[in-house]
């Protein structure tokens, strides 16, 4: 794993593990899965690829030049143009509408929504990784804001 992924990785487990609704759960495969203390609403409409456990918000996942960041939340929870301003706010990732094919080489976020739950996938690579801040009093904010749901 490229040194800048761990780093990266550690600053959003380090967010995460200080938020008080959920719970990191690393994962053989090198991912982490976010996991909230109640069973999620929706966790029968996963997919079985997605369904590891009934808990699961969503995961991080690190490759080897680039983080990943799924997570869900309640339909109509959150409003895309907000998500937007936190998730993109320097405007420097590609956005891709839900059953896009994004790209391998390039910093992307979707948001997704149907009527189970809504979601946020975030692919960090190279540049954009090193820049970003997880640590942004919004950025934190907003994850806080989804675990909470499931207090």
Known sequence: MDKTVEQKMNEMLEVFNSLPNCRIEPKEDGRHLIASNKPVPWSEALENKDAESSYKIGSITPHKAALGLYIDFPPDYLDIDRVEDIIDPE???TY???GTKP???KSWWRFRSDEKFDSIHLVLRKTE???YDFKREEWIQLMK???DVHK
């Open 91 to 93: 405007i420097t990732l």
């Open 96 to 98: 891709y509408e839900p």
């Open 103 to 105: 790209s391998n080489a």
């Open 129 to 131: 990784l090193a820049l």
């Open 145 to 147: 804001e989804i675990t």
